[in-house]
């Protein structure tokens, strides 16, 4: 089998339905904005389709990189949409957006290296950082305490987003060194 291939088919089970419910469940957000209670069950629905996702995919034995690479774009989606509607509606301010998601932006940098990798058939690392994980609760946290008017611990959180994130993008950048594979310098 070769692990450095993404193919659909290997969403076709239900990790792969546990992680792919979180874009319909983005672009619900949108629509019960106005209601807090609504927008918590989303948020709620979402964080536990990630928690369960990766479990699930070791206990039927499905796992694989196509359901690694769709978790984390499956996590960006809903995350930004949701981060989007909670500005909108005053949940948080844009200085929050801009530090929840230092993660990604410093790996936007690094889509480039990353598509060439894949057509140089060298596909980048999937396994997830602890920091990772605790930037995705943070948020997640950060955006219930704006929905619940807890202004000091929705900053706090922010602060523990923006940290854990920027921690886990450099460990990325560092592990995968896309820019040595994309220029043939790979060690």
Known sequence: MDQD????????????????????????TAFVIHDRALLLVVLAAAMLTDVLDGPVARWRGTVSRAGAVADGWADKIFLINFGWSALMEGYVEPWHLWVFFLREIVQALTIPFVALSYAKKKAPDPRPHPAGKVCTVAIALAFVAGLMSSWAIRDGLTVVAGVTGLWCAIHYVRRDR??????????
């Open 178 to 187: 896309f820019w040595r594979r994309w220029t043939g310098n790979a060690e």
């Open 5 to 28: 291939r993404l193919r659909l088919r290997d969403l076709f089970n239900l990790s792969g339905a546990l992680t792919l419910a979180r874009v319909p469940l983005a672009f619900v």
